[in-house]
């Protein structure tokens, strides 16, 4: 039987050092002759091998442990599976133990700093936001640099489909991660060719579990667990905030402008807004599983429930699932099947500010400018409002920060969500044609169907000037795939050759409608059902496009000695004009075993080095991620007033084609003492070339944008990576595993459109901190320089773009407050214009380490994740510094005061959004982005098999964990993974009012019976 205490047939049963043998039945029973002094071998496909001496027994019951070097050795590729051992492409698998017992809401965080060659940032602390995946590097300018998902052969949408405000609603959090089985990233052109014009930023496979055949199982996961937030912001409190900003006042020659407001009970208002807008969040997730199956059925069954609160109060995320995996054996030479999931997701968010960095009603920002000797509530129990200007009630302040709300209507009153219905799933065949011949077709789906609502109070807030408002949005997406394909494995001798071919056809459709409603006439309503004054139409939205595939690949080995594999793909695309269309996307790869040679196997250094092959691949493949009529010349419909209008909407280009990326990877793979020591070591290089970018066209065209696109860009991406797995300590009760990966990435812009012009990238409309430039990382720090404060009079130094130190004085008239540092002359101000390139926004390293060790019964778990080489720029710094009406960090109490002070915080100055960099990006906001986090700690328990037989039980885990339990890093920001620009390609690396990350504590059982 299996740990698990399932009946194992097929068990091979041999007397060892004889031909007699025999194999165990559908129950696990067996019979064999054997004598007392003989040795009973018994050994099974991803068991480990078990030798039993007879002795004076008649019955011998055994059970076989699981193998996991085994179970791995078969890999999923494209169209396929491959032995891990013959592998000639770029392929690294994570099992779903990995990644099922983390408090995630989707898979891909439970990857991060797990898999060399791929960088996955959560973007900030706000639940199920679509998640920001780089493989080898950023692979596009304008177009998508996101791996192609597949699940289960079934290539699905990705990227948050929400079409509301504020809500995100990313699909992959649909995926239960207590339903995977592994995930396969292909890296390299050898090993993603086979997905053609899909595949230039990665290609990632999820398998879901499928039933095996044996004894029922049935599994129970659940854990529950509380989040908090991490890292705030150390605030002015009410006192420091008034004599602060009344300081600020007087250097700019005016009266105090702060006073103390005071509570019922004669103590000073003292807000902390923290404290009104997070929160401990506490969730939950149950997964119920039932699998098992015969030589003619297996099945695989679940049902999950999550529901999560976030550290932001009304940020909730809850997810039932339901996945049935079967497969029949109709016949002989033919079987069925089908794996199908769905899922239903709820988000409910308010304005984070994740889709806006500088909302003035964001809730990562405002308990970084509201005034803390403002109160909430007025002493009637009333909200603290101006309604005429629809801001913060002032308490005894002269002057506020004009156009921020008080949070706490927003949270009350306002309701912002986006639920989705999801439906993955495939139909196949396998038709047994003759030995080793196979023909498969399979028939999938992925229709997500997404209800956006929002209610916007009509008291305060975003729809305080307009008395309430709501939207809602209807959208349907479906994407149909059909694929047939032939997979044939034959052998010549030690000539082994396996080959694929096939065909694929996928059409991809969106349909969204809504309206828009203002003005609430009955406030009793407080959704879209409601009476409202006015009525708009909006957000509606069509598009669709297909894709015919054919494809081909040969895998050849010789002797499991030398290896090579041939790829072929030809995609035709709907986007591109006739002439265009077609694409065709190579890959070949070699490899060499050089341990499986009689020159090693003969030598000492096998006894050390058991196993080491060398690779090479090269390949070439493509980005799709154009718009659905990207080479038409288009005109749009509108209205004018009541009258219809008709105008030119897009200048086409039927030239337009595919963006390429031509790869080569070098590798070396390696197992050390009988494998107790595995890894890879791999060089890779992308040249990315017909990037599609905006060629500006002459005003006197009359062309849309004044510009057509057109593939003129090209930009390179280089790097190592390294991977190391080791079975570090071995005793009878004690083990010790460790893994760890390093992989480094350099990217370099290589040619642009219009002779080369600079593309500055922009944060919320209103900050540049970003520039593609030729020479440069795409999306490099873009800022002023500065020089820190000069003693003798505390002003800002800055340097123009000629290199002269010029200073900034607030306080001084409009006409004379910028002068040089050299001689107190007036100076030309300082603009946009003198800013520099200051470094890479994209990290040049990152990693991880992860640490098992178990002991008896128990197990602790330690994985560290690190990144760094790359700059930030902290945009948050400038507003926690600002000199308007905000609130400032508690850094600012070392402002220069006298002459002689050394410090890097300036003169106050009431007004000065200069000095710190509120007005343009200064290099005093801009910080290294190195880190090492303690991504989880784990500890578990075990139940002896003995304490559980009683209950029908065959194995029980209880464990305790933390999420993001520590950070090391010099960033002052909130933290270094922030991105609130989130998947940009052009502006990554910007920290700009975003919601952190959270650390999350969780209890959890696993029970199988």
């Given amino acids: ?483 047939n394909y032939l997979t044939y494995d034959f052998n010549v001798d030690k000539n082994s050759f396996t080959v694929v071919v096939g065909t694929e056809a996928q059409k991809f459709t969106i349909n969204r409608w809504g309206a828009g409603r203002t003005n609430v006439s009955d406030p009793f309503f407080t959704s879209f059902q409601g009476s409202f004054v006015n009525n708009v139409v909006g957000s509606n939205y069509q598009s669709q496009n297909g894709l015919l595939s054919y494809f081909g690949r040969l895998n050849y080995d010789f002797d499991k000695k030398y290896l090579a594999s041939f790829t072929l793909r030809s995609d035709g695309y709907s986007a591109y004009a006739v002439g265009n269309k077609w694409g065709s996307f190579p890959g070949a790869s070699l490899g060499w075993r050089l341990s499986e040679e009689a020159f090693w196997k003969g030598s000492s250094i096998s006894n050390t080095i058991n196993e080491l092959k060398l690779r090479g691949s090269w390949g070439r493949v493509g980005n799709t991620g154009v718009s659905d009529f990207a080479s038409l010349s288009l005109f749009g419909s509108g209205l004018y007033g009541s009258t219809p209008t008709w105008a030119f909407a897009q200048a086409g280009n039927p030239n337009l084609r595919w963006e390429q990326s031509t790869k080569v990877d070098v590798g070396i793979s390696y197992g050390l003492f009988k494998d107790r020591i595995t890894g890879e070591l791999n060089y890779y290089q992308n040249n990315i070339t017909d990037l599609v970018l905006a060629e500006p066209q002459a005003p006197s065209r009359g062309v849309p944008n004044n510009s057509i696109n057109t593939n003129v860009g090209s930009m390179v991406n280089k790097g190592l990576e390294f991977t190391l797995n080791a079975l570090v300590l071995e005793k009878k009760d004690f083990t010790w595993n460790a893994n760890f990966n390093i992989s480094t990435n350099s990217n370099e812009v290589l040619a642009l459109a219009n002779n080369n012009a600079d593309i500055i990238a922009s944060t919320g409309g209103l900050e540049s901190s970003n520039i593609v430039r030729v020479g440069y990382p795409v999306g490099s720090i873009f800022v002023i320089e500065t020089r820190g404060v000069n003693p003798a009079n505390g002003q800002r130094i800055f340097v123009n773009a000629k290199g002269e130190e010029v200073q900034y004085n607030h306080a001084a008239s409009s006409s004379t407050r910028w002068t040089y540092v050299r001689d107190g002359a007036v100076a030309p101000a300082i603009t946009g214009s003198d800013r520099k390139v200051w470094g890479t926004a994209m990290p040049t390293f990152f990693g991880g380490l992860d640490n098992t060790f178990k002991y008896k019964q128990f197990d602790l778990g330690i994985f560290m994740q690190f990144s760094g080489g790359n700059y930030i720029y902290n945009g948050t710094k400038a507003g926690l510094r600002d000199q308007r009406a905000w609130n400032n960090h508690t850094d600012i109490i070392n402002r220069w005061q006298k002459a002689g002070d050394v410090t890097n915080i300036p003169r106050l100055v009431f007004g000065d959004n200069i000095s710190n960099g509120s007005a343009n990006p200064i290099s005093e906001n801009v910080e290294k982005g190195d880190f090492i986090r303690m991504r989880n700690i784990s500890l578990g328990y075990t139940f002896k098999k003995g304490l559980l037989e009683k209950a029908k039980i065959s194995s029980a885990r209880l464990y305790a964990q933390v999420q993001n339990a520590f950070l090391i890093t010099g960033y002052t920001g909130a933290d270094p993974e922030i991105s609130t620009n989130r998947g940009s390609n052009i502006a990554p690396g910007v920290d700009r009012n975003s919601t952190p990350q959270a650390r999350t504590y969780t209890v959890g059982l696993s029970v199988n019976f």
């Fill in 1 to 483: 039987m299996a740990e698990n205490g399932s009946d194992l047939p097929g068990v091979s049963v041999s007397v060892k050092g004889t031909t007699r043998g025999t194999t165990s039945a559908g129950n696990g029973n067996y019979t064999i002759n054997a004598s007392p002094n003989e040795t009973l071998v018994f050994t099974f496909v991803g068991f480990k091998p078990l030798s039993v001496k007879v002795g004076n027994r008649s019955v011998i019951d055994v059970q076989l442990e699981s193998d996991v070097s085994e179970l791995s050795e078969v890999v999923v590729m494209g169209y396929g599976t491959q032995s891990k051992k013959v592998i000639t492409g770029a392929v690294t698998s994570v099992s779903g133990k990995e990644i099922a017992s983390q408090p995630v809401q989707s898979f891909d965080q439970g990857l991060q700093g797990r898999v060399s060659g791929v960088n996955i940032t959560t973007p900030n602390g706000v639940l199920n936001n679509a998640p920001v995946i780089r493989v080898r590097g950023t692979s596009s300018i304008n177009q998508s640099s996101s791996p192609l998902i597949v699940i289960d052969g079934m290539p699905i949408n990705s990227g948050d489909v929400s079409a509301g405000g504020y809500t995100v609603n990313n699909p992959l959090g649909d995926i239960n991660p207590s339903d995977i089985e592994s995930v396969e990233i292909l890296k390299d052109a050898s090993a993603t060719a086979i997905y053609g014009s899909r595949a230039a930023a990665g290609v990632m496979l999820i398998t879901t579990k499928k039933g095996k055949e044996g004894k029922a199982k049935l599994s129970y996961d659940t854990w529950v667990g509380a989040t908090q937030t991490f890292r705030r912001f150390n605030m002015l409190d009410a006192q420091q905030f008034m004599d602060l900003k009344n300081e600020a006042s007087r250097n700019a020659g005016l009266a105090d402008q702060f006073f103390p407001s005071y509570n019922a009970d004669g103590s000073l208002v003292n807000t902390n807004w923290y404290d009104y807008i997070y929160q401990t969040g506490y969730s939950q997730s149950h997964n119920l599983s039932l699998n098992g199956g015969n030589k003619d059925t297996k099945y695989s069954f679940s049902v999950g429930y999550t529901d999560q609160n976030g550290m932001l109060k009304k940020n909730t995320f809850s997810r039932m699932t339901g996945r049935m995996n079967v497969s029949h054996r109709l016949t002989d030479f033919i079987t069925i099947g089908s794996n199908i999931t769905y899922a239903n997701s709820f988000n409910q968010a308010p304005n984070t500010g994740s889709t806006g960095a500088f909302s003035t009603g964001g809730l990562g920002r405002l308990p970084l400018v509201l005034a803390p000797n403002v109160a909430p509530y007025n002493a009637d129990g009333s909200y603290n409002i101006n309604r005429s200007a629809n801001n913060l009630g002032l308490g005894k302040n002269l002057v506020g920060p004009g156009g921020y709300y008080n949070p706490l209507p927003d949270l009350d009153l306002s309701k912002f969500t986006s639920e989705n219905a999801h439906l993955i799933a495939n139909i196949f065949a396998d038709f047994k044609l003759y030995k080793g011949l196979v023909f498969r077709t399979s028939y999938g789906m992925d229709n997500t169907q997404i209800e956006d609502i929002q209610f916007s109070n009509p008291i305060h807030g975003e729809a305080g000037t307009t008395n309430g408002s709501a939207y809602n949005t209807y959208t349907n997406i479906k994407q149909w795939n059909w694929q």
